[in-house]
């Protein structure tokens, strides 16, 4: 097969011709010409970004013939088996396919002893190396810390978080950065040329914004465009293979919102949805948009998301909406791609969405009207609501108390709440018990003190003081008295059941304690 891809024909063959990355291809340099080599490197990023192509670039400017140097001939042998991936003396493979301890020994503890045959270097390069073994990482540790001289391991990965401390710590760590989406857009532009072909620029701008960052995700993508299109790539070729027609979508959207015709919106929203277009694509182009025109009238026009723009449509949107609007229309988007994945008709929650962004001034607006009406029908109505919200919160009580008595300067109450136990029931009564009677006796004497702290937490909440020492008390008493206790006296008992307290029920349940006796009231 004769023809190659793009993301291979067009890989960089020295440092020079990396995009991006600037700030490893320095530092790499650097080391290459004070002649600062280390033993182990890991290269840490998303795929597509050029790990493995510069530890190829590394690994031939070291083994080249013609000398350690920056710019490796790429004619010599070395070079020439380096980037055919099969050089003797660098071993290329990735951790998935060679992950147990005997493959490692085999591929790298085996090898490792013997000096490179025609190079000046035994380079590993291994690739997702996070797929290693537990077991794998640790049979590399003393290796890695202490490699002969004549070997160099060049570790790459895409989830540093699965590679060990003890291994990353013996590295020299470079993180890959995303490449920006202008540089992608010129090295489109000049394969494009090289292949003999024309691109509009609108065409490689949009390629590198659908590429995210991932020169070989722009480069795969413009393959497939090269083969849809003629002699010239266009807009439309690239908005037909990448799903970027959701991004004009997204716009025409907008300008009918800011329009304020909804039926006009419904028919359009059932023409895209007839076209088979993604609504949560869509959504995600109007969250960038509209989180855009909030930047956009901050910074006017720095750190854009989408880096080319009709800089009316922003206008427009920062004219008719405030910050807040927009804050909750971003938010509405967000709620909605939450739910997407959550749902079938995805259609009609766009539909809501869309209605919800179209009216978001008057949902303020019935807000406020109703938070007016009730604070001038119940001016307590405010109150009660913090109260009743502050009764369903889990709050921290024993911290609180103690925190206010030593706000007050309770010196002698703070040891006994320290020592009491804090449970509310279903009805919102707050217990707070004593394992031990002297510190319940305490707890009495200070009652009022307590209930001055528990008024400031919260004024409506009432409570209990309770003795939890008594239950074994009465249970040591309730065993002796079962001893003597007859058949038929015990008979009497069952007739006469009288049934606990719902409260009793609950505190029981709460302080993990039991029932004793239950007396009825006269």
Known sequence: MSYQVLARKYRPQEFSEVVGQQHIVKTLSNSIKNDRISQAYLFIGPRGLGKTSIARIFAKSLNCEKGQTLKPCNKCNSCVSITNSSSIDVIEFDAASYRRVPQVKEKILDNIQYKPVESRYKIFIIDEVHMFSKHSFNALLKTIEEPPPHVIFIFATTDSDKVPETISSRCQRFVFHRIPSKKIKNQLIKIVESEGLKIDEEAADLIARESDGIMRDAQSLLDQIIALSDDEIKLEDVEVLSGAREGRVAGELINKIIKNDFEKIVKYINKVNDEGLDFEHIAEKLLDIYRDSLIFNKTNGDKLVLETYDYKLLKKINNIYSERDMTVTIDLILDFLNKIKKINEKKILFEMTIYKILHVKHLFEIKENLTYKKSKENPQSSSSQLNEESKKKNIDWKNEFLKISEKKSYETLTPILEKAKYRLNRKGILYIGWDDSFYFQKGKDNENKILEILKEIDTDRKMV?????????????????????????????????????????????NFSGQIIEIKEDK
Not at 483 to 491: A, F, H, L, Q, R
Request: no cysteine; hydrophobic share 20%.
């Open 465 to 509: 003081l309770f003795d939890i020492s008594n239950k074994k008390k009465n249970k040591d008493k309730n065993e002796k008295g079962k001893k003597k206790e007859t058949k038929t006296e015990s008979k009497k008992k069952s007739k006469k059941k009288i049934m606990p307290d719902e409260d009793i029920l609950e505190f029981k349940s």
